[in-house]
Nanobody, 124 residues
Framework: QVQLVESGGGLVQAGGSLRLSCAAS????????MAWFRQAPGKEREFVAD????????YYADSVKGRFTISKDNAKNTVYLQMNNLKPGDTAVYYC?????????????????WGQGTQVTVSS
């Protein structure tokens, strides 16, 4: 059974930082891209960042470039999202997702596996 389990969410003041983690289990994720999406209340789920298995290719949404950093530890089957200079507009449920090799990153339909999400709330 494939599982993606997110952790690290919480409440932080604007300008603060959080580090999200996503632990993958249940299958080998070699050749899978890993990504973070987020969904704010009343809004559609949106792409945040994606990293290929080799980490040679990384993609970011324009809204988080320069503030968020995605990384991964293949030995631990874990992907991270370091979020700095957080803004109230970053408030959302953050989801981890896994994309089979060859699928186009950033599109939600390209991701085969999803976690349950972790809440991030940024106060002003």
């Amino acid at each position: 059974q494939v599982q993606l389990v997110e952790s690290g969410g919480g409440l932080v003041q604007a300008g603060g930082s959080l580090r999200l983690s996503c632990a993958a289990s249940g299958r080998t994720f070699s050749n899978y891209g890993m990504a973070w999406f987020r969904q704010a209340p009343g809004k559609e789920r949106e792409f945040v960042a994606d990293i290929t298995w080799s980490a040679l290719n990384i993609y970011y949404a324009d809204s988080v470039k320069g503030r968020f950093t995605i990384s991964k530890d293949n030995a631990k089957n874990t992907v991270y999202l370091q979020m700095n200079n957080l803004k109230p507009g970053d408030t959302a449920v953050y989801y981890c997702a896994a994309r089979p090799f060859g699928n186009t990153p950033t599109m939600a339909s390209a991701y085969a596996y999803w976690g349950q999400g972790t809440q991030v709330t940024v106060s002003s």
